[in-house]
Each structure stands twice: as C-alpha cells, then as structure tokens.
T-cell receptor, first 112, second 115 residues
Framework: GENVEQHPSTLSVQEGDSAVIKCTYS??????FPWYKQELGKRPQLIID?????GEKKDQRIAVTLNKTAKHFSLHITETQPEDSAVYFCAARLSGNTPLVFGKGTRLSVIA | SAVISQKPSRDICQRGTSLTIQCQVD?????MFWYRQQPGQSLTLIATANQGSEATYESGFVIDKFPISRPNLTFSTLTVSNMSPEDSSIYLC????????????FGPGTRLTVL
C-alpha cells in the first residue's frame, strides 16, 4: 500500500520567514495530495491540495509543489505569522474511493 | 464542505466496557472513514464504512474490536469494544463527497479516556 514520509517532524521559524515541509510517497499511482493544519484540540482542516496533473498550486501565503518523477511534494508558507503555528499533515490518495494515507506530521512553531 | 458532527465529544469509560460513537453528516456522502489519533501522533485509518455492507478494516484493526455500522449515506457508528487504557485516543469520522470532488473532511472527534 501507499506510504507517506514527512520531514521535518518539528520546525521553528521567525515570524515573517518562510517555512517548507516536505513529503514523499511510495506509490506512483497516487493522484491526490492534500495538506491539513491541526491546531491544538481541534480537527484537521484542509488548507490546500494538489492533483497529479498539476505541478504547483498557490493560495495567498501558502503553496504546494508536486514532483511526480521524484514522488515528492512540498508545502511552502511565506511571511509566516504566529497563527500559522500548528501541526501540519500531508497525505496521499491512490484513487477517488480510497482513503487518505497521512504522513506523521510537522509541528511548526512561528516565533514572534 | 459537509458539516460533520460526532457524539459524544468526549467520554471517560471503565476498562472492559464498550462505547459507541456516532457520526452524522448534513448531506449524502460517498465515502465515510474512521480514524484514530493517539496523543501527539498522526491519523491512523481504522476502517472504511461501507453503506449496506461490512466495513473494510485496515491491518491491525478487527471487526470484533471496532464494529462499524453505516445504515445510510449520512450516518455511521463506530463501537470500541471491551476497552482497555490503550484505546484512549481521539476517534475521528471523516467523509469524502462524490463525483469529482477529492476533498476529505473531518468531524470534530471524540476524545476517549479509558481508566
């Protein structure tokens, strides 16, 4: 089955700097890659996603890039703010009716 | 996105007892899943709840321990049976819409503590 590796496990950045989180997946047939943000005590929230036919997607300060050849995708957060502090999870899916497989998460701390 | 509710939001249970968690969605959804999230950990899939048939369980999870029902396209239950302290976790319902929509959303979770 699919396996998703996520790095780093923790990341601290100064407010205003950029943060990058990277994930790799094992099954080249995977075609959907979402990112979730989970604040303490809350449910995971979908923040951005990308399909396998797209190389990059941007939404304001966040962007995701996908390299199908290398089987890796990354989350980029620019101009980080304290409210960006949370745990971020990447995930991958093989097909529309299969469940997401999650990475182990990255705890991001933005230091004011 | 679908509005997902779970009941109970939290519970404290005694060892050896069972708890049934309910998941209700405000619209019909194609897929419903149950995940477990242990403290400080990632999301682990327990099973896919199939409407009108037996759930599909992931490796390490069995029906006798985690029976699941899905009587229709908006509702599912997960039972945690014969609980032990190792079952203390957050249990999350998750849904995916039909058609070409890929997005998968999560319920608020049920925080279970087993004494």
């Amino acid at each position: 089955g699919e396996n998703v590796e996520q790095h780093p496990s923790t990341l601290s950045v100064q407010e205003g700097d950029s943060a990058v989180i990277k994930c790799t997946y094992s099954d080249s047939a995977s075609n959907y890659f979402p990112w979730y943000k989970q604040e303490l005590g809350k449910r995971p929230q979908l923040i951005i996603d990308i399909r396998s036919n797209v190389g990059e997607k941007k939404d304001q300060r966040i962007a995701v890039t996908l390299n199908k050849t290398a089987k890796h995708f990354s989350l980029h957060i620019t101009e980080t703010q304290p409210e960006d502090s949370a745990v971020y999870f990447c995930a991958a899916r093989l097909s529309g009716n299969t469940p997401l497989v999650f990475g182990k998460g990255t705890r991001l701390s933005v230091i004011a | 996105s679908a509005v997902i509710s779970q009941k109970p939001s939290r519970d404290i249970c005694q060892r050896g007892t069972s708890l049934t968690i309910q998941c209700q969605v405000d619209s019909q959804v194609t897929m419903m899943f149950w995940y477990r999230q242990q403290p400080g950990q990632s999301l682990t899939l327990i099973a896919t709840a199939n409407q009108g048939s037996e759930a599909t369980y992931e490796s390490g999870f069995v029906i006798d321990k985690f029976p699941i029902s899905r009587p229709n396209l908006t509702f599912s239950t997960l039972t945690v049976s014969n609980m032990s302290p190792e079952d203390s976790s957050i249990y999350l319902c998750s849904v995916k819409g039909g058609g070409g929509y890929n997005e998968q959303f999560f319920g608020p979770g049920t925080r279970l503590t087993v004494l």
